[in-house]
C-alpha cells in the first residue's frame, strides 16, 4: 500500500502520460454532464465527480470500430484483406468500482469462453486501470445491492481512496506495483486498512441519506427469473411501459450485444464495421425470412432482464449482469429501469 497528498493526485496521471493516453471523468462545460473520456489537460479530472453518464467501456469497446477492410483488384484477380487492432496503451483514470465490474463482465464475456474475441482482447490487454472508491453514494448508485461497490476488489492496476487530505493507494496488479515503485510513492502503514474499513462502512451507512433514487433487492428476483415463474401480465406490464429506444443498452456497462455491417467506402474497398447493437429493437432478433422468435416487446424485455437477474447468466460472469450503476432507471422514458423492473417483480411474489 502507498499514499499521497490529494493536492498531488494528479501526478500519477501526469506519470502515467508518458507511457499512456489517458482517460479520465471530467465535466463537459457545454453539457454539464460528467463524461469519461480522452484529456488532454490533465487538470480536467475530477475524481469526486458522479458516474460518468456514459459508461468507460467505450474505452476499450468502442460505439462503433472498424475490424477489418478488404479490396479486390478484379484487373489482378486478387483480393486484399487487412484486419484492424487498435493497439494504442490507455489508462482508465478514476474508474468507479461499478464501472470496473462492467469492464470484468466484458472480459468473460468476450475473453473468458469457448472463443476470444481478439479485436476486444487487442483494445484490452494495453489498458492501465486506476479504480476510485466511492467514499459517498450519489443519488442513482444501488452497487450495495449488486456486490460491485463502493469499492473496487480485484482488476485494477492501481487503486484510489480518499482518506481526508491523502489517497490510499493499493497496487492491484505487478503492473500497478511496479509503476508505483517507480514514481516512488510513499508507503502506507497497516493503520491505513483500518482507515479505509471505517471510509467504507461509512460509505454504506450513507446509502440511506444520499442513494434515494433506486433500491434493487436482487436476490428473490433472481430466484424467480431464473425458474421463470414471473406471470406473463408481469412481462406484459413491462413491454407496454418500454419505448424500444434502446437507451438502458447503451448507457449499461455489461451489456455486450453488437451488430457487423460492411460498408462500401469506394474504389473497391470495403470496411467492416462493429457497432453497439441493443435487444431492445425489434430488428434485433430478426432471422432470414422475415422470422423473428422475438417480435412483441414484452419478449424483448424478459430477455434483458433475464442477461442482467438471472443464475445461469450469473454463473457465467461470476457475478450479477447488473452493477448496480443506475443509469438504466436515469435515462429510461418508460421508468422500467433495472430497480423497477425489480420493484414490479417482487410486488407480484409479495401480493
Not at 61 to 87: F, M, N, Q, V
Given at each position: 500500500?502507498?499514499?499521497?497528498?490529494k493536492?498531488?493526485?494528479?501526478?500519477?496521471?501526469?506519470?502515467?502520460?508518458k507511457?499512456?493516453?489517458?482517460?479520465g471523468?471530467?465535466?463537459?462545460?457545454?453539457?454539464?454532464?460528467?463524461?469519461f473520456?480522452?484529456?488532454d489537460?490533465?487538470?480536467?479530472?475530477?475524481?469526486?465527480a458522479?458516474?460518468?453518464?456514459i459508461?468507460?467501456?467505450?474505452v476499450i469497446?468502442?460505439?462503433?470500430?472498424?475490424?477489418?477492410?478488404?479490396?479486390?483488384?478484379?484487373?489482378?484477380?486478387?483480393?486484399?484483406?487487412?484486419?484492424?487492432?487498435s493497439?494504442?496503451?490507455?489508462?482508465?483514470?478514476?474508474?468507479r468500482s461499478?464501472?470496473?465490474e462492467?469492464?470484468?463482465v466484458?472480459d468473460?464475456?468476450?475473453?473468458?469462453?469457448?472463443?476470444?474475441?481478439?479485436?476486444?482482447?487487442?483494445?484490452?490487454?494495453?489498458?492501465?486501470?486506476?479504480?476510485?472508491?466511492?467514499?459517498?453514494p450519489?443519488?442513482?448508485?444501488?452497487c450495495?445491492?449488486?456486490d460491485s461497490?463502493?469499492?473496487?476488489?480485484?482488476?485494477?492496476?492501481?487503486?484510489?481512496t480518499?482518506?481526508?487530505?491523502?489517497?490510499?493507494?493499493e497496487a492491484?496488479?505487478?503492473?500497478g506495483?511496479?509503476?508505483?515503485?517507480?514514481?516512488g510513492l510513499?508507503k502506507?502503514?497497516d493503520?491505513?486498512?483500518?482507515?479505509?474499513?471505517k471510509?467504507?462502512?461509512?460509505?454504506?451507512?450513507?446509502f440511506?441519506?444520499?442513494a434515494?433514487?433506486?433500491k434493487a433487492?436482487?436476490?428473490?428476483?433472481?430466484?424467480?427469473?431464473?425458474?421463470?415463474f414471473?406471470?406473463?401480465e408481469?412481462?406484459?406490464?413491462?413491454?407496454?411501459?418500454?419505448?424500444?429506444?434502446?437507451?438502458?443498452t447503451?448507457?449499461?456497462?455489461t451489456?455486450?450485444c453488437?451488430?457487423?455491417?460492411?460498408v462500401?467506402i469506394?474504389?473497391?474497398?470495403?470496411?467492416?464495421?462493429?457497432?453497439?447493437?441493443?435487444?431492445s429493437?425489434?430488428?434485433?432478433?430478426?432471422m432470414?425470412?422475415d422470422h423473428?422468435?422475438?417480435k412483441?416487446?414484452?419478449?424483448?424485455?424478459n430477455k434483458?432482464f433475464?442477461c442482467?437477474l438471472?443464475?445461469?447468466?450469473?454463473?457465467?460472469?461470476?457475478r450479477?449482469g447488473?452493477?448496480?450503476?443506475?443509469?438504466?432507471?436515469?435515462v429510461?422514458?418508460?421508468?422500467?429501469?433495472?430497480?423497477n423492473?425489480?420493484?414490479?417483480?417482487?410486488r407480484?411474489i409479495?401480493?
Amino acid at each position: 500500500m502507498y499514499r499521497i497528498k490529494k493536492s498531488d493526485i494528479v501526478n500519477i496521471a501526469q506519470e502515467l502520460s508518458k507511457e499512456y493516453g489517458i482517460f479520465g471523468p471530467y465535466i463537459d462545460r457545454d453539457a454539464g454532464q460528467v463524461m469519461f473520456d480522452r484529456l488532454d489537460d490533465l487538470s480536467q479530472i475530477d475524481l469526486d465527480a458522479p458516474i460518468p453518464a456514459i459508461p468507460p467501456k467505450h474505452v476499450i469497446y468502442p460505439h462503433s470500430e472498424c475490424i477489418l477492410k478488404y479490396s479486390y483488384d478484379p484487373t489482378a484477380k486478387k483480393a486484399a484483406i487487412e484486419r484492424i487492432h487498435s493497439e494504442k496503451p490507455k489508462a482508465l483514470f478514476g474508474l468507479r468500482s461499478c464501472d470496473l465490474e462492467g469492464i470484468r463482465v466484458l472480459d468473460r464475456f468476450f475473453l473468458g469462453q469457448e472463443f476470444v474475441d481478439e479485436f476486444y482482447l487487442a483494445n484490452r490487454k494495453k489498458v492501465f486501470i486506476v479504480s476510485n472508491t466511492c467514499v459517498k453514494p450519489f443519488a442513482q448508485c444501488f452497487c450495495a445491492c449488486t456486490d460491485s461497490g463502493p469499492s473496487a476488489k480485484e482488476g485494477f492496476d492501481l487503486n484510489l481512496t480518499e482518506l481526508g487530505d491523502e489517497y490510499l493507494i493499493e497496487a492491484g496488479s505487478e503492473k500497478g506495483k511496479a509503476f508505483a515503485e517507480k514514481i516512488g510513492l510513499a508507503k502506507a502503514g497497516d493503520e491505513y486498512k483500518d482507515k479505509k474499513k471505517k471510509a467504507i462502512d461509512i460509505s454504506l451507512d450513507l446509502f440511506t441519506d444520499f442513494a434515494v433514487e433506486n433500491k434493487a433487492w436482487v436476490s428473490r428476483v433472481t430466484n424467480r427469473v431464473t425458474t421463470g415463474f414471473i406471470k406473463e401480465e408481469i412481462w406484459e406490464y413491462i413491454g407496454n411501459q418500454c419505448f424500444e429506444c434502446g437507451a438502458c443498452t447503451f448507457v449499461c456497462p455489461t451489456c455486450s450485444c453488437f451488430n457487423i455491417e460492411d460498408v462500401n467506402i469506394g474504389s473497391g474497398a470495403t470496411e467492416r464495421i462493429r457497432s453497439w447493437d441493443s435487444c431492445s429493437y425489434e430488428g434485433y432478433s430478426k432471422m432470414a425470412g422475415d422470422h423473428n422468435p422475438r417480435k412483441p416487446v414484452e419478449d424483448r424485455r424478459n430477455k434483458r432482464f433475464f442477461c442482467k437477474l438471472s443464475y445461469s447468466q450469473s454463473k457465467k460472469y461470476l457475478r450479477p449482469g447488473c452493477v448496480g450503476c443506475g443509469r438504466c432507471a436515469w435515462v429510461c422514458p418508460g421508468d422500467i429501469g433495472l430497480p423497477n423492473v425489480v420493484t414490479y417483480i417482487r410486488r407480484e411474489i409479495t401480493k
